[in-house]
């Protein structure tokens, strides 16, 4: 009789679960991978899509994602306008090729979003000298800064990494980008430039690129009455850390009152990153008189390299470098991700005053544009070891930017 009390028992606990179950089936929503790549994914839901699908609970609770199966998602709440409220739910998801997956929305103790480890993070350290900086989340800055003997700035500048490679950009009128090559997946570029030399490998990685007075690793610049104007942030510059965490992460640099000839703009350049991805994400915006002006991005140009235009799906497309440029005379891609194909490639000069040494591409006029910078080093994986490895990569990368997952 007792073991059929316990058999009874388990039937109803799994009839329960079965229950809770075809309640998840019927409030999920659809995620589909409509291509052929195994791709880690973020998926974002504004606010409003959110609170039409949870309906809350206590006030010791947040919305997340799970799986039918109650499974956790990693997850954040970007606050993007800094009003202290939370404005988008990103979650990060793995997909196999054309694979669709059903996820609910759910309540989670607050104290469960702080147990997804971070994979991604931005890192702006501010001291007065080595080997003592403190993080800041907001900082401006007008003039050079490389003239005041008091500051100094950890990296030079803003960094950002996730869990395949970092970044970092000069904050002061060289304004270039910079590439550290990652061999590990944790976050690191936090301890480095203080008491390490990032230019020697070591365990985590090193800086692989040399920028010199390039772009570098796809910095902006203006072009306008047929000259090239370097974004520098002379006359005010500001930077901002958005979000970041187990999922993405956002900054932002405003240019104010920038000088492009006779003309004044102010440029906001907005700089994410992905788990999962080899590539940042730019948006840029210019506001004031921009007529005749054109963005420019580009990649340096200082080694020895062959560069390939490839089309990509939906009328994207990319242009790639492959050869040893790294820093570790090893092999290293690089290439830019476009939004369309209508685009004009050119060369700067190999020296002089100005923008020197760099595959220029040519975005066109407007006030907002969208691009992508890609990177693979082969100590970091060995897809790198070719170009031809290389080139798949960026295919590959295209295809998950062209056709996102869809949400049903």
Not at 67 to 81: C, K, R, S
Not at 167 to 194: C, E, H, M, V
Not at 265 to 284: L, N
Request: hydrophobic share 40%; with cysteine.
């Amino acid at each position: 009789m007792k073991n059929s009390w316990i058999l009874i028992g388990w039937i109803a606990m799994a009839a329960i679960s079965c229950k809770q179950e075809k309640e998840m089936e019927d409030d999920s929503i659809l995620l589909v991978n409509s291509i052929d790549v195994a791709r880690t994914e973020v998926i974002v839901f504004p606010r409003s899509e959110v609170e039409k699908e949870w309906s809350g609970s206590s006030g010791d609770s947040i919305p997340g994602l799970r799986t039918v199966a109650g499974e956790a998602i990693p997850f954040q709440l970007d606050d993007l306008d800094g009003d202290g409220n939370w404005d988008e739910l990103s979650a990060v998801i793995d997909f196999a090729p054309n694979e669709e997956k059903k996820v609910v929305f759910s309540a989670f103790a607050k104290a469960e979003q702080a147990s997804f480890p971070n994979t991604t993070d931005v890192h702006f350290g501010v001291g007065k000298a080595k080997p003592n900086a403190t993080e800041v989340q907001t900082y401006e800055r007008t003039g050079d800064p490389r003239e005041l003997d008091s500051l100094f700035f950890q990296m030079e500048g803003p960094a950002w990494e996730n869990d395949k490679l970092g970044f970092r950009i000069y904050f002061d009128p060289r304004n270039g980008i910079d590439i550290f090559g990652k061999t590990t997946a944790q976050p690191t570029l936090a301890q480095q430039g203080l008491t390490t030399d990032y230019h020697a490998q070591e365990d985590w990685g090193m800086d692989i690129l040399k920028v010199g007075t390039s772009l570098g690793a796809g910095s902006i610049a203006i072009k306008y009455e047929d000259s090239l104007y370097r974004v520098t942030g002379t006359n005010g510059a500001t930077f901002k850390t958005i979000t970041e965490g187990p999922v993405r992460a956002i900054f932002e640099l405003h240019y104010k009152d920038e000088a492009i000839g006779d003309r004044i703009v102010d440029i906001i350049h907005t700089i994410s990153i992905e788990k999962g991805d080899w590539f940042y994400k730019s948006d840029v915006v210019v506001n004031g008189d921009a007529a005749g002006m054109e963005l420019v991005t580009g990649i340096v140009d200082l080694k020895p390299n062959v560069g390939e235009k490839i089309a990509l799906t939906n009328g994207y497309s990319a242009y790639a470098t492959f050869g040893k440029q790294s820093e570790n005379d090893d092999q290293l891609g690089m290439a830019l991700i476009f939004t369309t194909d209508d685009l004009t490639e050119s060369e700067a000069p190999k020296e002089g005053a100005g923008i020197t040494q760099t595959h220029l591409w040519n975005l066109g006029g407007g006030n907002e544009f969208t691009y992508y910078f890609m990177s693979g080093w082969e100590a970091s994986d060995s897809a790198f070891t070719t170009a031809r490895g290389f080139t798949n990569e960026v295919k590959k990368a295209g295809s998950t930017i062209a056709k996102p997952i869809l949400i049903q």
